[in-house]
DNA sequence: CGGATACTTGAGGGTTGTCAAAATATGTGG
DNA sequence: CCACATATTTTGACAACCCTCAAGTATCCG
């Protein structure tokens, strides 16, 4: 990637980004980087944004991690994503007014504010730009029916796998991952099984089984892929849905 | 809404699902007009596109009934959407190159297709059609949500219940439901399950209960809402996710 | 009318959930 | 830097929702 030296570390994020999904010539970046970010600390288990809101502005996360939820009367959560820096978890409310769910914050974040009047403008001048932002919201909606495709049809223990591979390709994708098979994901077990529609016992039950397998390990937050191949097995896991330009470890 | 009468009845498909998601002044409704629609007839669970393709034009759905689905491994499908007449199922196309799903018909289907060239063209011009498709995208995005939501926390009668309010909305907002609670959706019981992640046999169960609850009824490919509140109630239903521009019967 | 597809029903089993509690890790104030 | 409160992980027993298998019935369509 050819980054911009003269973009502030806030919005290289947001290009970094942007530029895994389509190369972005500098004249893109650049308009990027005029772009403002009214940036905000969120507190742990604080909304970003919540159901029901009527943003004027969509959020880039600079630091932490966030995840996309909605909740059922009796109470019940369902997580639909995880975000990381660089992610833009409410772009869709560009052109969908009400917020149909929420942002909450999974670890203290740091996030940056665009108007969306800035953006529409760029989308209305730079048709690349445009181009990288729907093709955003397309993989968003794309990790969606693979989430689903798991949910429908996949094992615990596949769907657990999956989630693994795909958030450790997406941070590889952005220069988080720090090597061929560690990455972070600061979330608790609770968190994992209303992503994925399991129970915490479960879930707990299905990470020693792939610990055992010598699949995975994890400490803490952080977690390795201890075996890429084995566990793309069980996760039946191929990239491609993530559209990414550049190429991920081959097991990936 | 204010239908342009100079456009073909299959432009008028297409006029009438984008401006059930944005007012569309007649400028924009003549471009949609010219564009280009190469007609073809697909036969019943035949693929329109199929998973691996790399479409260079945008299939509209003009008459009959359609799913995006994956299949796994083991040879089980998950479907992850369904379509009607108006739809633009694979339009992500335009963005994300590689199709990581097909689209199958599920009824004999007619179908437009506009070449990616012409529709590129259009959201380089004609800024409302580019918040309209991407509106659309942004919308299919939401469903997914939903039936994410569905999977991992409802129970299988809340599911289908749910599925088929969606539905009503859905074909309601596009002038394809007859009444306050009549609507077709030509698809079996396994497909059902295939969609819901439930069995054949489980699918059949739910949907006997649901009519001796009062709440829905059916006649082959024809659904009735017997009782839309307590159908919505079951299901939680609320139709904001599908962002429609129009308002829905009181109960949805 | 006949074959195929779809729907329905029954019996039994398995993956996963719920409840409850213990063990461990984490974090904060003194 | 320890002590205690809190959050998280782990374990066990039991139950439930939903699945699989299998067979019978209804419906569609040439």
Redesign the interface.
Known sequence: MNLSPDLSPDHARLVRKLDSLIELPVEDQAALGRLTLDVRDVAENVDITSEGDRPTSCCLLLEGYAC?Y?L??DG???I?SFHMSGDLPDL?S?????M??GIGALTPCRVGFIPHGEL?EL??TQ?RI??AL??D??????I??????G????TAKSRIAHLLCEVFARARAVDLAEDDHGFELPVTQAELG????LSTVHVNRVLQELRRDGLIASHGKYWEIRNGPGLAAVA?FDP??L?LRRPLPRWA
């Open positions: 996309r909605s059922l009367q019940q959560r369902q639909m869709q560009l052109h969908v007014k009400t149909d769910h529409l989308t209305r048709p445009t181009a729907w093709k919201t397309l993989v968003d909606a794309a969606f029916r693979l989430w689903l495709k949910m429908g049809r996949k209303d992503a994925l529609g039946e491609t849905y559209h």
